[in-house]
């Protein structure tokens, strides 16, 4: 585990589509008593051109960086989308007792559908 409060998990980016970061090595999994570990994501300019859809993010897991599994995906980390642009974060919990994890925005629609976001992994204290 870093020894930084936050650890970079994806820079900022525009995506129309899925998209998965980069895996970020935890160097060991997070515990699954005690202090929890939550992918911060952080969007801005969430919108579609017309009508309504939708951006779905989720938390991957891997032992050896490229053969990724889904962790957690509760509805919570949907986003929905209309012509107005919206900005916010939301937290992904990840427990897991594997080395990599990484986060995929795992579907997105609408016509024209398009976010910005990055994300940090923090620690959540009691």
């Known amino acids: ?7 970079a998990m994806q820079a900022l980016v525009t995506k129309t589509g899925t998209f998965n970061s980069a895996g970020v090595d935890l160097k060991v999994g997070a515990p699954l008593f005690g202090n929890v570990l939550w ?10 051109s017309s009508g309504a859809g939708a ?3 989720r ?8 053969s990724f599994t889904g ?9 929905t989308l209309a012509t107005t642009a919206i900005s916010g974060e939301i937290y992904v ?9 990484r986060l995929e925005l795992s ?7 398009t976010i910005d976001y990055q994300a940090d ?6």
Request: hydrophobic share 40%.
């Open 39 to 48: 992918a911060r994501i952080l969007y801005l300019n969430a919108n579609t």
């Open 55 to 57: 951006a779905t993010f």
């Open 121 to 126: 992994i923090v620690e959540a204290r009691p």
């Open 93 to 101: 919990p990840i427990v897991t007792k594997h080395r990599y994890v």
């Open 71 to 79: 962790i957690y995906q509760p509805t919570e980390c949907s986003l």
């Open 107 to 113: 579907a997105i629609s609408g016509t024209g559908a």
């Open 59 to 66: 938390v991957t897991e891997s032992d050896d960086n490229s």
């Open 1 to 7: 585990m870093a020894t930084d409060a936050k650890l």
